[in-house]
């Protein structure tokens, strides 16, 4: 069965840090990209990080730099995000999926992600 199950959320004060994990099974881990998404209530989703299936290239929303850090564990097939400097703005369902790319520079367009987690709660209090 192919699928994503992402752990780590909770909720924590302002300022503090939360490290999200995406477990995957199933599928060719290796072979994809696997992105961060969120979704806050009453809000549109939106890409949060991503990162290539070597590792080598990372994505961030311009908002985020500097704070969230995507990274990848392709042995145990697990992604995380560590997110630093949490605020009240950041409270959202995160959502973890994949996406099938064949060229490991080439990002894949949000419409590429495929495959998705159920998600998990966070919540920063001010």
């Known amino acids: 069965q192919v699928q994503l199950v992402e752990s780590g959320g909770g909720l924590v004060q302002a300022g503090g840090s939360l490290r999200l994990s995406c477990a995957a099974s199933g599928l060719v881990f290796s072979g994809h990209w696997m992105g961060w998404f969120r979704q806050a209530p009453g809000k549109e989703r939106e890409s949060v990080a991503a990162?290539?299936?070597?590792?080598?290239?990372?994505y961030y929303a311009d908002s985020l730099k500097g704070r969230f850090t995507v990274s990848r564990d392709n042995a145990k097939k697990l992604v995380f995000l560590q997110m630093n400097s949490l605020k009240p703005e950041d409270t959202a369902v995160y959502y973890c999926?994949?996406?099938?790319?064949?060229?490991?520079?080439?990002?894949?367009?949000?419409?590429?992600?495929?495959?998705w987690g159920q998600g998990t709660q966070v919540t920063v209090s001010s």
């Open positions: 990162i290539s299936w070597s590792g080598s290239f990372t």
């Open positions: 999926a994949a996406a099938r790319s064949f060229i490991d520079s080439v990002q894949p367009g949000p419409h590429e992600y495929d495959l």
